[in-house]
């Protein structure tokens, strides 16, 4: 969940609809010198649905209740996170392997970040991160050696190839939480893939209220215009679970539109 202050109220974007933003940018992806991805409709798969573990939580969102909101993403408990990406991973694995690999790279990526220092996570969450990283390391090695042996994955499971759309998925999952948070600070991106077994650059991300800049631009379409849409709640807390899901029921949807154009070096 995504919580967003819009006119005084909380404009709730789901997580299902944030990747669904990332998924819609990847489809434009490869002005040159950026390629496409390959291979392309299981990254695309991979990027669109990458955070399809929500669908339950989201149905019925977690109150925090220090805030008395629902969860944004950032604040949810590791026990909570854990199971999302749990059944995620396996829900994205029963319909394509190479996107399940790439899901389960990147649920364990975010999750790395709880074993650092500035996360502040206690130590019995910490054995739990643990527990989940060593499962998904597993999980890795045995997906990228089945994989291997069928030939339309042979070369994409290769450090490089792999590594490239992993790095891929990260960066439009980033991007869509940019715009979708209303982040204001400029972001600078390093080695994006310009294609299979081509160097790579960085890339800034320069957001403003109506969208961003990207320089050196990657999409194929410029300018590009994408939108997501949310639940308005009101910007009051709620004093109990059973409140909050009263008024998600009845909460009317908004949409945001953001536009993505072509930036100036340094400007």
Not at 61 to 86: C, K, Q, S, Y
Request: contains cysteine; hydrophobic residues 40%.
């Amino acid at each position: 969940m995504i919580r967003r202050k819009v006119d005084g109220d909380w404009l709730c974007i789901s997580q299902l609809e944030h990747a669904r933003l990332a998924g819609a940018v990847a489809e434009a992806w490869g002005h040159p010198p950026f390629l496409p991805p390959a291979p392309r409709a299981e990254v695309l798969r991979a990027v669109a649905e990458h955070d399809n573990g929500w669908v339950e939580w989201e149905a019925a969102p977690g109150l925090n209740p220090t805030a008395g909101l629902p969860f944004h993403f950032t604040e949810m408990p590791v026990a909570d996170h854990l199971a999302i990406w749990r059944r995620g991973v396996q829900r994205m694995l029963e319909q394509n392997p190479y996107a399940g690999l790439l899901v389960s790279m990147h649920g364990s990526a975010l999750m790395r970040f709880r074993l650092e220092p500035a996360a502040r996570t206690p130590e019995g969450e910490r054995v739990a991160v643990r527990v989940f990283l060593e499962e998904q390391e597993r999980l890795q090695a045995a997906l990228r050696e089945g994989l291997k042996a069928r030939i339309r994955y042979r070369e994409a499971v290769g450090k490089g190839p792999l590594m490239a759309n992993f790095r891929l998925l990260q960066f439009l999952d980033a991007v869509s939480l940019l715009l979708c948070c209303g982040a204001s600070e400029p972001q600078v991106f390093t080695a994006l893939p310009l294609g299979e077994g081509r160097r790579r650059t960085d890339l800034e991300v320069t957001t403003d209220p109506e969208g961003a800049r990207l320089t050196p631009y990657p999409l194929t379409r410029d300018p590009a215009c994408f939108a997501v849409t949310g639940r308005l709640l009101p910007g009051r807390p709620f004093p109990d679970p059973a409140a909050l899901h009263a008024a998600w029921g009845d909460a009317p949807e908004r949409s945001l539109t953001f536009t993505l154009r072509s930036g100036t070096p340094g400007a």
